[in-house]
């Protein structure tokens, strides 16, 4: 699975729109951007995903640039309870593949008052 | 509905002493991972079962550690042996094994492990 970067961390202003980069230049064409969040001591929670089309669910928004080596994520509206450690993950999805998630550091989001 | 549980939530053991953690997945997923993570850092992946099939155990650090899932449903990760470098949080997740990308993978609260 392609190894991702993204910054330490970031803050954003409460209310403000988060955009958290990722950086996956080694992308292969059958490997998908996952997005999950660490909120605390809780276990990870999955966001968002896509493989090349921009995508959005009622959490955030994905955008994928066209060459897919790299994407961001975006909080429309961030609240305190956004806080969290965003982990953005790459990997092969489809029957037979071992489906494992590997985690790099993520960035640290604090949203601010 | 019920998600991922995990038990104990904490253990406290000494050094030398073998430790079974449990993991009972959502109702209907096939597929169970199990991930350790340290103080600091991401979950780490360490073994993976569809169904009773181990499918994966690469990222087992040693022999003193193994998983089973016998019937398919709940899973056991055992270390034998423990020693203090063992201590973390170790997570289980399970997921329905979707194609296509669409394989989201549920996390359950963890069992905090320290060895003494």
């Known amino acids: 699975d392609a190894k991702t970067t993204q910054p330490p961390s970031m803050d954003c202003a409460e209310g403000r729109a988060a955009n958290l980069p990722c950086n996956h230049s080694t992308i292969s064409g059958n490997e998908y951007v996952y997005w999950y969040r660490q909120i605390h001591s809780q276990g990870p929670q999955y966001i968002i995903h896509g493989l090349k089309n921009n995508e959005t669910n009622e959490m955030a928004s994905l955008i994928i640039t066209e060459d897919r080596k790299s994407s961001t994520l975006i909080l429309p509206h961030a609240t305190l309870r956004d806080t969290a450690v965003y982990y953005c993950i790459v990997r092969v999805a489809g029957s037979g593949n071992t489906g494992k998630l590997i985690f790099g550091q993520g960035t640290t989001l604090q949203v601010k008052p | 509905g019920a998600g991922v549980s995990q038990s104990p939530r904490y253990k406290v053991t000494k050094r030398g002493q073998d430790v079974a953690l449990r993991c009972d997945p959502i109702s209907g997923h096939v597929s169970l991972y199990w991930y350790r993570q340290a103080l600091g850092q991401g979950p780490e992946f360490l073994t993976y079962?569809?169904?009773?099939?181990?499918?994966?155990k690469s990222g087992l650090p040693n022999d003193r550690f193994s998983a089973e899932r016998p019937e398919g449903s709940i899973s056991t990760l055992t270390i034998q042996r423990t020693e203090q470098r063992d201590s973390a949080m170790y997570r289980c997740?399970?997921?329905?094994?979707?194609?296509?990308?669409?394989?989201?993978?549920?996390f359950g609260p963890g069992t905090r492990l320290t060895v003494l």
């Open positions: 079962f569809n169904y009773e099939a181990q499918q994966d």
């Open positions: 997740a399970s997921s329905f094994n979707l194609a296509g990308g669409r394989d989201t993978q549920y």
